[in-house]
């Protein structure tokens, strides 16, 4: 079973930067095969995902709220995937969601929430003045 760990949120000011990070933990083995989504739920809406990195790092797919502002990257020596947040806006504020899901091929990338089957507890974000 794949675990899931986020960290790095907070309370930041308009235009500001934050940098989340998702370590994940399972049978060494594989951990490698893992594509990595990111993934928010504001209050009241739907969880919907942003951003998504393939097992490899290669391929990266950001939805249209967040391109420019947000990058995934991921370290697989660390088993971490990062994501830089800059010039923050309000409607950014959620609790941010990493999940995984296991894939052979290596530049496969999703943003839907149904193509993931492990998850982690969420870190919230507020963007605020």
């Known amino acids: 079973q794949l675990q899931l760990v986020e960290s790095g949120g907070g309370l930041v000011q308009p235009g500001g930067s934050l940098r989340l990070s998702c370590v994940y933990s399972?049978?060494?083995?594989?951990?490698?095969?893992?594509?990595i989504g990111w993934f928010r739920q504001a209050p009241g809406k739907e969880r919907e995902g942003f951003s998504c990195?393939?097992?490899?790092?290669?391929?990266?797919n950001y939805a249209d709220p967040v391109k420019g502002r947000f990058t995934i990257s991921r370290d697989n020596a660390k088993n971490t995937v990062y994501l830089q947040m800059n010039s923050l806006k309000p409607e950014d504020t959620a609790i941010y969601y990493c999940?995984?899901?296991?894939?052979?091929?290596?530049?496969?990338?999703?943003?839907?929430?149904?193509?993931?089957?492990?998850w982690g507890q969420g870190t919230q974000v507020t963007v605020s003045s």
């Open positions: 999940a995984a899901t296991f894939k052979l091929e290596p530049t496969w990338t999703s943003l839907q929430k149904t193509s993931f089957n492990s």
């Open positions: 399972g049978l060494t083995l594989v951990l490698n095969y893992y594509v």
């Open positions: 990195i393939s097992r490899s790092g290669i391929n990266t």
